[in-house]
Each structure stands twice: as C-alpha cells, then as structure tokens.
C-alpha cells in the first residue's frame, strides 16, 4: 500500500531559527519558538536607534519564552537594559507574553493599538455591550457552549482551573500595561523613523500595522502572513468581524505601491503585500461560496458544526474552526444572504431564495 507523501510544512510552522537576519539597516529579525498548534515561531524585531532598542512582539508569556528573548539580545551584543520600548501588534500571548518582564526589568514603554485589550482582563471594561444577547456568550469560559450552541472546548481540568484563576488574578498572567496606545494614522518616531500607525482588526479588534513609508517597511503582526490565512474568530467583539478583516485587507493593500518589505509576526519577509492582501481576501470569499453550495447541498436547516465540515479537513476540525466557520455565516447573514434559527439551542442556517 502506497503511504501518502508526507505533508509540507508552511513557513510560518517550522521551528525558529537561531539565526539573526538583518532586514535593512537598523532593523533585525529574530525567531523565538512558541507552542502553538499550526505556528512554530514567532519573529521578534529589533529596531536599533541612539537610544538602544525597540523590541516588537517579545513571545509567550512563558520564563522559557523570555529566556529566548534575553538569548537574542546576547547574539546581537545587546545588552538588556539598552531595551527601551516594546510594541505588541495585538491582544495574543505569543506577541504580548515577554512585555511584561521587559518593562520589570527595563522601565521600557509598551506601545500598543489605543483598543488593546486581553479579552480575560477583568481590570479593563469590557469591550462589548454584555447586556446584548448576541454579545453575553463572548465572555464565556471556552469549555462552555459556544454562543452557535454545541459543545465547548475540550480542555483539561488543570488548564481550566489555570485560566479561571488567570481571570480573576490577571497579573499571574502577566499581562502588559501599555503605556502608549497609538490611534489609527497617528505618526510615531523610533528607531530613527517616522511610523506611521495603521488600525487593522480582523484577527484581533486591537491589531496594529505599522508602516516606515520613508524607507518602504511595513510591521504588519498576523494581519498579513506570507503563506497562512490569520484566524477570524466568531467570538470577536464586532457582529461582522470577516468585514472588518476585508476592509483590513483593502487597507493595507493600498499601501502596496510604497510597500518595499513586508515583516510578518510569523514566517518569511516578502515584498508583494498588496498582492497577498488580495491572495487572503479571495481566499475568504471562496469559503464564503462554499458555504452557500453547501446550503443549497444540504437543502435544510444546517449547524455551524456541520458547516464547518465543508471548510476545514477532519485534522483541522475543533473549536477554532467552528468559530471561524461562524464568523463567515454572520457575514453572509448580516449581508441579508442567510436566515438563521435557533433550534434547540444550536443556530442553523439557510440560505436564502
């Protein structure tokens, strides 16, 4: 019997390199690995400026994690103490994880979007209305049922009791307190360039791009990956959260043109951003046409559950592609394609005509 060939890792799932790569001058990329499913790295950046460096995306919130960090700054000749700010692209522990230990130990600043927000942070107000039906269940522990009905999550006794307390006591966490949060088109000078900021949610509500247009360099975290599509969830603050990434997308894609090298948060740099933006965005619209054949297929009401079938193999099923899978339905829902019924307290689809 023929075994199949053996699956091809993408970029953005092989393990971290301990190699420094310098990008352009003054700028510097180094890989921290992290545990993951479907990422082995994280690029951490080091922007070099008279008054030392800037770090963006520093890791997990891990001492191993950390330990890399330090490992890093010994390979460049950086000594820890010459790290005066961090910026975290968005509210996800493998970017945010080693900010907190940076400013313990550096007083460096944290520099973040001005909506950053880590969604189990009971000292920060919510950031949607929990009085809406619709919004409640997005603040459910994630073994609970999922606002689309079904089962929660599958987690372990021992990580649930973990994120419970994580919620009550954030600081065991160690979550980052920013100490400047940039507004959307807001410019900032470091690493002697001038920034310019760019609000891009869609993974995340609070992710932030940020763009060199001086010498053509563009930050641009997991909103723009150079082989990988970034997760959308369904449990986003934002009813349409797969229109906000679209319009993300557009966003960024026009600044294409000016666009010299794009420097992901995981895998490769690359250089045709415009070009990937769109790649990600078709991508998008032909799950989207899967789901509509799939209603006419199926021709009943049918579970976010079921529907995620048509979408993601049998080694990608699970609750995170239950919940980008919902985040595609709202869309088409919102767009006044679908119907959806709550039966038995599970949401079903149709399409509708």
Known sequence: ???????????????????????????????????????????????????????????????????????RLVQMGVPLKRVHSVIVTHSHPDHFGGAHWLRAETGCDIITHEKFRVFWDPTEPPDVDIDDPDNAPKHRMPWEPPPWGGPGMDIPFKRRARIAVTRRIPKLMRLPRPTIRLADAEHFSFARREWVAIHTPGHTADHLCLFDPEHGLMLCGDHVLPTITPHISGMMPAKDPLNLFFESLDK??????????????????????????????????????????????????????????????????????????????????????????????????????
Do not use: W
Request: net charge negative; aromatic share 6%; charged share 25%.
């Open 1 to 71: 019997m023929t075994q199949p060939a053996p699956r091809i890792p993408k970029q953005e799932q092989l393990p971290a390199s301990d190699d420094i790569l310098e990008i352009a001058p003054g700028v510097l990329r180094a890989q921290l690995p992290i545990s993951i499913p479907g990422l082995g790295h994280v690029n951490m950046y080091v922007l070099e400026d008279e008054r030392g460096v800037t770090l963006v995306d520093p890791g997990l919130p891990e001492k191993a994690s950390y330990a890399v960090v330090k490992k």
């Open 252 to 353: 960024v894609a026009a600044f294409g043109p000016q666009v010299k090298i794009a420097l992901p948060a995981h895998g490769d740099i690359f250089t045709d951003l415009a070009g990937r933006a769109n790649d990600i965005k078709e991508h998008h619209v032909g799950r989207l046409q899967k789901l509509r054949d799939a209603c006419i297929e199926v021709n009943r009401p049918t579970t976010v559950m079921e529907m995620s079938t048509y979408l993601f193999s049998p080694r990608s099923q699970g609750g995170m592609a239950d919940s980008e899978t919902y985040a595609h339905l709202e869309h088409l829902r919102l767009a006044g394609e679908m119907d959806r019924v709550d039966i038995d307290g599970r949401y079903q689809y149709t399409l509708k005509g």
